[in-house]
C-alpha cells in the first residue's frame, strides 16, 4: 500500500511563507480561509530566547473527526481515500461547519465568497481565468463551503493512474506545491509505507510525530520538534 | 410551551449530570433521547445559533457559554487556531476542542469525533 504523508521539520523551518504563498497561488484560496498558514511562537526567557515556526495545514488524519461529522449530519461530502488523503466535496457540502467544529488542528475553513488572486485587480490573471469545467473538482470553488488542503491531490492523482507512484514527492509535477518551494528543506512529502523513502527516514531519524495525538485521529502530517516527539 | 418544558426539564436533568462527570446515566440518556429524536433539537444542521449544534449544547444540554468560548483566558493550543478564530466572527471566542473529548470520545455519550477510547 502507499500512504501519503508530510514531515515539517521545525528546526529547519525560518518562517518564510513561502509554503504559504505558495499554497494561495496553487490553489486560490481567499485570505479569510486559508489552506495553509503559519504559525510562530517565542520559547525562553530572555536573554535566551528563540522563535518556533510552524506551518498547519490539513493532517489528513486516519479517524477524521471532520469525516464523521460531516457523516453523522447527512452530508457526506468528506471522504479519505485509499491512498490517505481527506477530501471535501463542493457539491455535497453544506456549509454547515460541523467539520470546523470538530477538527482540533483548526483546519477546515468556511469560506464565503469565491475570489481572485489580487484584490482590487479589474481583471483575472489567465491563471483564474480558466473555466471552472476545466478545473480539477478540488479547485472549482464554491461561496459558502468548507475548503481545506488536499496535499495538491491535483497533482497526485495525474501520478497516480498513470502507474507513476514513484514520482510523488521527487517529480515537481506529482509533488504538492507547499513541498517544492521550501528554501531550507523543512517540508518532505512522500510515501510512508515504503521504508527507503526520505519521509520514512527522516521520521525515524529525526523522531518526528503528529500533534495533538491525544485527540487519537492519527494525523499523517509529522512535525520535527524541538526537544523530541512530546 | 410543551416542547420549552420538556427542554427545561432535561436541562435540570443535565446540569447537574455535567457538574459531576460527562459520563453518567443522565447525560447518556439525554445523548439517546437526541439521537433517537425523542428530543427535538431541530433538523438544521449548521452553526447559527438558533440551529441544531448550539440547540443542544446550550438548551438540551444546560452548558452556559463560556463553557466551550472561555474568551478570558487561551489554553495552550490557540497557538493552533486561525488567525480569523480571535475571535471568531460572530462568535464569542475560540473553543479549545480540547473540551469536546469528554463526550465525544469513543463510547462516550456523544457521537465519538475522537479516536480516543473512553477506559
Known amino acids: 500500500m502507499t500512504k501519503f504523508v508530510r514531515v515539517i521539520d521545525t528546526m529547519r523551518c525560518m518562517g518564510c511563507r513561502s509554503c504559504v504563498a505558495a499554497c494561495a497561488v496553487e490553489n486560490n484560496f481567499t485570505p479569510e480561509a486559508p489552506w495553509n498558514v503559519m504559525v510562530e511562537y517565542e520559547t525562553g526567557a530572555y536573554p535566551n530566547t528563540g522563535r518556533v515556526f510552524a506551518t498547519l495545514n490539513c ?3 486516519e479517524n477524521p473527526p471532520c ?5 453523522a449530519a447527512g452530508f457526506k461530502a468528506i471522504s479519505k481515500n485509499e491512498f490517505g488523503v481527506v477530501l471535501i466535496d463542493y457539491e455535497k457540502c453544506s456549509g454547515c461547519r460541523y467539520c470546523v467544529a470538530t477538527c482540533p488542528y483548526g483546519v477546515p475553513q468556511h469560506n464565503e465568497r469565491v475570489a481572485g488572486l489580487y484584490p ?3 481583471e483575472a490573471t489567465p491563471y483564474e481565468a480558466i473555466a471552472t469545467e476545466k478545473r480539477h473538482p478540488t479547485h472549482r470553488k464554491l461561496p459558502n463551503v468548507v475548503e481545506k488542503c488536499t496535499f495538491c491531490w491535483h497533482k497526485l492523482e495525474p501520478a497516480i493512474a498513470a502507474g507513476n507512484l514513484q514520482a510523488i514527492g521527487k517529480d515537481p ?3 504538492p506545491t507547499c513541498d517544492l518551494v521550501c528554501p531550507v528543506g523543512a517540508r518532505i512529502f512522500g510515501d510512508l509505507d515504503d521504508p527507503n523513502s526520505e519521509v520514512s527516514r527522516v521520521i ?3 523522531k518526528a510525530a503528529p500533534i495533538k495525538r491525544e485527540f487519537g485521529t492519527k494525523p499523517q502530517v509529522y512535525y520535527v520538534l524541538e526537544g523530541g516527539d512530546n | 410551551m410543551k416542547r420549552l418544558i420538556t427542554l ?3 436541562a435540570a436533568l443535565a446540569v447537574p449530570a455535567l457538574a459531576t462527570g460527562p ?3 443522565a447525560l447518556d440518556e439525554t445523548a439517546e433521547q437526541i439521537r433517537s429524536g425523542a428530543l427535538d433539537v431541530g433538523k438544521k444542521y449548521s452553526m447559527d445559533f438558533s440551529d441544531r449544534f448550539h440547540t443542544i449544547h446550550t438548551k ?4 452556559g457559554c463560556v463553557a466551550c468560548h472561555a474568551t478570558q483566558s487561551y489554553s495552550p493550543d490557540h497557538l493552533y487556531l486561525r488567525a480569523a478564530e480571535f475571535p471568531q466572527r460572530g462568535h464569542p471566542g475560540p473553543v479549545p476542542r480540547a473540551d469536546c473529548i469528554g463526550c465525544h470520545q469513543q463510547q462516550g455519550s456523544a457521537t465519538p469525533w475522537y479516536g480516543m477510547v473512553r477506559k
Not at chain 1, 469525516?67 to 457523516?71: E, H, N, P, Y
Open chain 2, 8 to 10: 427545561l426539564a432535561i
Open chain 1, 67 to 71: 469525516k464523521t461529522a460531516c457523516d
Open chain 1, 120 to 122: 482590487g485587480a479589474k
Open chain 2, 60 to 63: 438540551a444540554l444546560g452548558m
Open chain 2, 23 to 25: 459520563f453518567n446515566a
Open chain 1, 204 to 206: 525515524a531519524r529525526k
Open chain 1, 59 to 61: 493532517m489528513h488524519c
Open chain 1, 173 to 175: 509535477r506529482h509533488t
